[in-house]
C-alpha cells in the first residue's frame, strides 16, 4: 500500500512558471525524498529532507516539511521544458533496520514551451 | 546515470512461467532494494538485500525471492508468473552503515509483461 499521495495527480503549466506538488504521508518518518522519473523509467533522486529539518533547497528545487501536519511540498520555480517527468515523494520510517522507500503515486508535471 | 544497472531491459513472459532479473549496483554499495511499479503507480517495496542476505520484505508472496552475489549484484525471481506481474521492475543501490548514505539510486528498470 502506498505511505501517501501526492497533489495534484497532473499538473499543466507554461515554461518559466512555477510547479509546486505536495506531499502526505501518514506514519513518523525519519526522512522524506523526492524522486523524478521520465516516461515509465528509472527514479531520479533529486532531494532528501531530514525529519528535524524544515526546508532544504537545490538549485531551482525547494523542498518544505511538516512533520506536525505529516507533509511535504516540493517547489520547481522557472520551470523548462525539460522538467516534464512524474514527481514522487517517498519517506523512509522510524522503526527497522532498514531504509525501505514507500512512495505516493506520484504527480505529473507537464511543462509547455 | 546512477551506475546501477538492470537486464533485460523488456522481457515478455507467459502466465505460469518462470523469470529472473538482474541489477548491478553502484560501485561501492553494499544493499540492493527491489521495487515493482505497476502503470500509473508509484513503487512498491518488494525486499532489500544487505550482504548477501534479505535485510526486509515488503507485502509480496514468497513466489517473488532474491539473491544478493559478493560482488553486491542482486537477481529478482519470479515464479508461477500471474498476469498482475506486469510493471517497471526497479532495482536500488545504496551504501547502509554509513549515516547519511539514505539515498537510493536507481537502474533504469526491467518492463515485464505477463500474457
Same mark, same amino acid.
Given at each position: 500500500?502506498?505511505?501517501?499521495?501526492?497533489?495534484?495527480?497532473?499538473?499543466?503549466?507554461?515554461?518559466?512558471?512555477?510547479?509546486?506538488?505536495?506531499?502526505?504521508?501518514?506514519?513518523?518518518?525519519?526522512?522524506?525524498?523526492?524522486?523524478?522519473?521520465?516516461?515509465?523509467?528509472?527514479?531520479?533522486?533529486?532531494?532528501?529532507?531530514?525529519?528535524?529539518?524544515?526546508?532544504?533547497?537545490? %538549485?531551482?528545487?525547494?523542498?518544505?516539511?511538516? &512533520?506536525?501536519?505529516?507533509?511535504?511540498?516540493?517547489?520547481?520555480?522557472?520551470?523548462?521544458?525539460?522538467? &516534464?517527468?512524474? *514527481?514522487?515523494?517517498? &519517506?523512509?520510517?522510524?522503526?527497522?533496520? *532498514?531504509?525501505?522507500?514507500?512512495?505516493?503515486? %506520484?504527480?505529473?508535471?507537464?511543462?509547455?514551451? | 546515470?546512477?551506475?546501477?544497472?538492470?537486464?533485460?531491459?523488456?522481457?515478455?513472459?507467459?502466465? %505460469?512461467?518462470?523469470?529472473? @532479473?538482474?541489477?548491478?549496483?553502484?560501485?561501492?554499495?553494499?544493499?540492493?532494494?527491489?521495487?515493482?511499479?505497476?502503470?500509473?503507480?508509484?513503487?512498491?517495496?518488494?525486499?532489500? *538485500? /544487505?550482504?548477501?542476505?534479505?535485510?526486509?520484505?515488503?507485502?509480496?508472496?514468497?513466489?517473488?525471492?532474491?539473491?544478493?552475489?559478493?560482488?553486491?549484484?542482486?537477481? @529478482?525471481?519470479?515464479?508461477? @508468473?500471474? @498476469?498482475?506481474?506486469?510493471?517497471? /521492475?526497479?532495482?536500488?543501490?545504496?551504501?547502509?552503515?554509513?549515516?547519511?548514505?539514505?539515498?537510493? *539510486?536507481?537502474?533504469?528498470?526491467?518492463?515485464?509483461?505477463?500474457?
Amino acid at each position: 500500500s502506498q505511505q501517501g499521495e501526492e497533489d495534484p495527480q497532473a499538473l499543466s503549466i507554461q515554461e518559466g512558471e512555477n510547479a509546486t506538488m505536495n506531499c502526505s504521508y501518514k506514519t513518523s518518518i525519519n526522512n522524506l525524498q523526492w524522486y523524478r522519473q521520465n516516461s515509465g523509467r528509472g527514479l531520479v533522486h533529486l532531494i532528501l529532507i531530514r525529519s528535524n529539518e524544515r526546508e532544504k533547497h537545490s %538549485g531551482r528545487l525547494r523542498v518544505t516539511l511538516d &512533520t506536525s501536519k505529516k507533509s511535504s511540498s516540493l517547489l520547481i520555480t522557472a520551470s523548462r521544458a525539460a522538467d &516534464t517527468a512524474s *514527481y514522487f515523494c517517498a &519517506t523512509v520510517g522510524v522503526s527497522g533496520g *532498514y531504509n525501505k522507500l514507500i512512495f505516493g503515486a %506520484g504527480t505529473r508535471l507537464a511543462v509547455h514551451p | 546515470e546512477t551506475g546501477v544497472t538492470q537486464s533485460p531491459t523488456h522481457l515478455i513472459k507467459t502466465r %505460469g512461467q518462470q523469470v529472473t @532479473l538482474r541489477c548491478s549496483s553502484q560501485s561501492g554499495h553494499n544493499t540492493v532494494s527491489w521495487y515493482q511499479q505497476a502503470l500509473g503507480q508509484g513503487p512498491q517495496f518488494i525486499f532489500q *538485500y /544487505y550482504r548477501e542476505e534479505e535485510n526486509g520484505r515488503g507485502n509480496f508472496p514468497p513466489r517473488f525471492s532474491g539473491l544478493q552475489f559478493p560482488n553486491y549484484s542482486s537477481e @529478482l525471481n519470479v515464479n508461477a @508468473l500471474e @498476469l498482475d506481474d506486469s510493471a517497471l /521492475y526497479l532495482c536500488a543501490s545504496s551504501l547502509a552503515g554509513v549515516r547519511g548514505a539514505d539515498t537510493q *539510486y536507481f537502474g533504469p528498470g526491467t518492463r515485464l509483461t505477463v500474457l
